[in-house]
């Protein structure tokens, strides 16, 4: 079965900084992966999805990577913002009803 | 376009209560998903729905049904509340299917139920 991993579980960062979140999976066939914004008590918002031909995508000051042969995804986010303060999650799909999601990693950007 | 709209929003139950939480989309999205959100854990899915007229089971289907009976209405139904079944509930769709472009998901709001 397919475990979605994500490293650190929180994190804090002055504003400014660049940072970067990481997430991995255990079985590379996926037809793709996509990253999600949760702010507390909120539903989710998509950010990026990456197709599994792709190796990248951007939007803004989001970067997201994908390495489907060792297992990962990286969501590298410039220049931080007070306003970026959420959790984000990770998901991959492997079919219609098969979208894994990893527990996801709480970010706070300090003013 | 509204996108995903739930409701209720809240909803407090007793043990063994019934209650359909609704979910609608105006996106003319084929796949439709329901998924529970439990504290420190990810989301799993139900029920998910290939079309009007479609569904099956997810990884955690037990004490819920569901029917789409219409591409844009794919409600969930709790027939005996239980306190295990406290949970967030989150609604999605997307379209195309899997592997065939950019298929995105769309979450609504959520629902967030107390069953006490």
């Known amino acids: 079965k397919q475990e979605v991993t994500q490293i650190p579980a929180a994190l804090s960062v002055p504003e400014g900084e660049n940072l970067v979140l990481n997430c991995s999976f255990t079985?590379?066939?996926?037809?793709?992966l996509q990253w999600f914004r949760q702010d507390p008590g909120k539903g989710l918002t998509s950010l990026l999805l990456?197709?599994?031909?792709?190796r990248e995508q951007t939007s803004g000051r989001l970067n997201a990577s994908l390495d489907k042969s060792s297992g990962r995804s990286t969501l590298y986010i410039a220049a931080s913002q007070p306003g970026d303060s959420a959790t984000y999650l990770c998901?991959?799909?492997?079919?219609?009803?098969?979208?894994?999601f990893g527990t996801g990693t709480r970010l706070t950007v300090i003013p | 376009n509204a996108g995903v709209t739930q409701t209720p929003k809240f909803r407090i139950l007793k043990i063994g209560q019934s209650m359909t939480l609704q979910c609608a989309q105006d996106m003319n999205h084929n796949y439709m998903y329901w998924y529970r959100q439990d504290p420190g854990m990810g989301l799993k899915l139900i029920y998910y729905s290939v079309g009007a007229g479609i569904t099956d089971k997810g990884e955690v289907p037990n004490g819920y049904n569901v029917s789409r009976s219409t591409t844009e209405d794919f409600p969930l139904r709790l027939e005996l509340a239980a306190p295990s079944q406290t949970s967030v509930y989150f609604c999605a769709s997307s379209y195309p299917p899997p592997g065939q472009g950019n298929n995105e998901q769309f979450f609504g709001p959520g629902t967030r139920l107390t069953v006490l």
């Open positions: 998901a991959v799909q492997t079919g219609a009803n098969n979208l894994f």
């Open positions: 079985d590379s066939a996926i037809y793709n």
């Open positions: 990456i197709q599994s031909s792709q």
